[in-house]
C-alpha cells in the first residue's frame, strides 16, 4: 500500500454513523485517509506507520464526526418576524396571524422587495452561524417569492452561498407554501401557475433538487399537493412536503404515494398511515424549533415511527415565523427533550438520515468512498453535543478534505 494519501487524520475516535449496531457506529479503527475530497480509508493505529501522506493531523483523542447535515431550512428571506412573535406571546395564534396576512405573507412582501445582494447578505450570516456549529449542508427552500422572478432568485441565492461558506447547498422549489397575493382566493389558478410556469423555468434552470408543498389547512389540499407532485415527476425532480403540522391532512400518505423523499413537521401524524412510509423509503423529518415556538403540544409519533424502521430526521426548519432557530445542535437537544428521541438518534437524524431525506448517498457517515465532511470535537461522549447546550464548536472541520 504505496498510496500516498493527502491527509491523514489519526489517534482520533470514529463515531462513523455507520449503522453498524454499535452506539454512534463507533469504530475500532482511529485513522482516516483522506484523498481528493473523498474518504479514502480507515485504519487501525499500529497501521499509522506504513502509510504515507502529504499532511498528518494528531486528533488527540478527540471525536470525529461526519459533517453534520440540516436537512429542513427556509434561511434566505427579506425583514424579519419579530413583531408577531410579540404578538404570539399576547395570546393571538400563529393561524391567526397567518389569516390576518402576516405571517408567511408578510415576509413574501419584504422578500420581494429584497435585491439578490440584500438576500445574500441576510442569509450569509445565518448560514455562517449553521457552519460554525459543524454543519456542511443545507438543504434551503424558496417559498417567500411565490412570483416567478422572485422564487428564481432565492434559488440562486441559495445556491451561491456555496461561493461564500465551506458549505454545500440543496435546493427546494417550495412554490406552493401560500397563495400570494395576485393569486387571492384562487389557489386553483396559482397551483397552474406554480406547475406551469415557474416549475418548468426551475427545471430547465436546473435551480432545484427537490420540491416541495405545505399540504396544510393554512396551506394547500392534498388534490393541490397531488397537482405540484405530478408535475415534478414530468420533470424528474424528486418531492417531499410539509404535513400534518397543524392538522392530519392525509398528506404523509399522499407523499408515500410519490415516494416522497421525505415527509416534515408530523406532528398530526396517524400511526396508521406510518405503514405506506416504511413502504416507499421516505423519511420523516422532524421539526422541533417549530413545534417549541409555536407552543404545540401533539407530539410526532416517534415510538410508532422506530417501530415501523422509518428513518427519523432532524433540522431547524430555520425561517423568521415560526422556528427563527439557527442552530442545529439546539434542534437536535429539542429532538430528544421534547420529542423523546435518544440523543444517538438525533445525531444519526442530523447526519446519516438527514442525507437520506436530501437523496443523497455521498455523505452522512464515516466511510471509504464518501465525502471527506468531517468535525472533530473536544468531548468525552458524542452524546455530550446534544445532551448540553453548551454552544459547541468543532476544534475542527474537515470540507471536501481540506481543513477549513
Ligand atoms: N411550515 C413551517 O414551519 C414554515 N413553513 C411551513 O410551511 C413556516 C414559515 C413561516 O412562518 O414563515
Ligand atoms: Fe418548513
Redo the contacts with the bound molecule.
Keep these: 500500500m504505496s498510496v500516498q494519501f493527502d491527509t491523514l487524520i489519526y489517534n482520533v475516535r470514529i463515531a462513523s454513523m455507520q449503522p453498524n449496531g454499535l452506539p454512534y457506529g463507533e469504530l475500532s479503527e482511529s485513522v482516516v485517509a483522506l484523498h481528493q475530497g473523498l474518504i479514502a480509508g480507515l485504519y487501525h493505529a499500529d497501521a499509522l506507520s506504513e502509510l504515507s501522506a502529504n499532511t498528518r493531523i494528531n486528533g488527540h483523542q478527540q471525536w470525529l464526526l461526519p459533517g453534520f447535515i440540516d436537512c429542513h431550512t427556509?434561511l434566505v428571506?427579506g425583514g424579519d418576524?419579530a413583531n408577531e412573535f410579540e404578538l404570539r406571546l399576547q395570546g393571538v395564534s400563529?393561524k391567526d396571524i397567518a389569516l390576518q396576512g402576516g405571517?408567511?405573507k408578510s415576509?413574501v412582501a419584504k422578500t420581494r422587495a429584497a435585491s439578490e445582494a440584500e438576500l445574500l447578505n441576510s442569509a450569509l450570516k445565518r448560514a455562517k452561524r449553521l457552519t460554525e456549529e459543524g454543519v456542511t449542508t443545507v438543504e434551503v427552500k424558496s417559498?417567500?417569492g411565490l412570483d416567478n422572478d422572485t422564487e428564481l432568485r432565492m434559488l440562486r441565492v441559495a445556491k451561491s452561498l456555496e461561493s461564500q461558506l465551506p458549505v454545500r447547498i440543496s435546493t427546494t422549489y417550495l412554490g406552493a407554501?401560500a397563495l400570494p397575493p395576485e393569486f387571492a382566493d384562487n389557489a386553483e389558478n396559482y397551483i397552474d401557475f406554480v406547475c406551469q410556469t415557474v416549475l418548468p423555468n426551475v427545471a430547465s434552470q436546473q435551480l432545484a433538487n427537490a420540491v416541495d408543498v405545505?399540504c396544510?389547512s393554512i396551506?394547500f389540499t392534498t388534490a393541490q399537493t397531488e397537482r405540484v407532485f405530478k408535475a415534478a415527476q414530468q420533470f424528474g425532480i424528486p418531492v417531499k412536503a410539509?404535513v400534518e403540522?397543524l392538522t392530519d391532512s392525509k398528506g404523509a400518505v399522499l407523499a408515500a404515494k410519490y415516494n416522497a423523499l421525505s415527509v416534515d413537521?408530523i406532528e398530526y401524524l396517524a400511526e396508521s398511515d406510518i405503514p405506506h412510509l416504511a413502504e416507499s423509503g421516505t423519511v420523516a423529518v422532524l421539526?422541533p424549533g417549530?413545534f417549541y415556538y409555536l407552543n404545540e403540544v401533539q407530539k410526532p409519533p416517534v415510538s410508532a415511527l422506530r417501530q415501523h424502521n422509518v428513518p427519523m430526521a432532524v433540522a431547524t426548519?430555520l425561517?423568521?415565523?415560526?422556528?427563527p432557530i439557527a442552530s442545529l445542535l439546539t434542534a437536535m437537544n429539542m429532538a430528544c427533550v421534547l420529542f423523546g428521541l435518544t440523543p444517538e438518534e438525533s445525531l444519526r437524524g442530523a447526519t446519516l438520515n438527514a442525507a437520506l431525506a436530501l437523496g443523497l448517498s455521498d455523505r452522512g457517515e464515516i466511510k471509504p468512498g464518501k465525502l471527506a465532511d468531517l468535525t472533530l470535537w473536544d468531548i468525552n461522549t458524542p452524546a455530550e453535543l446534544v445532551y448540553t447546550l453548551n454552544g459547541h464548536r468543532p476544534t475542527q472541520v474537515f470540507f471536501g478534505g481540506q481543513h477549513v
Excluded at 319 to 323: D, F, V
Design positions: 427556509h428571506f418576524r400563529y405571517g408567511i415576509t417559498g417567500y407554501h405545505f396544510e396551506g410539509h403540522q413537521h421539526l417549530a426548519d425561517n423568521p415565523g415560526s422556528s
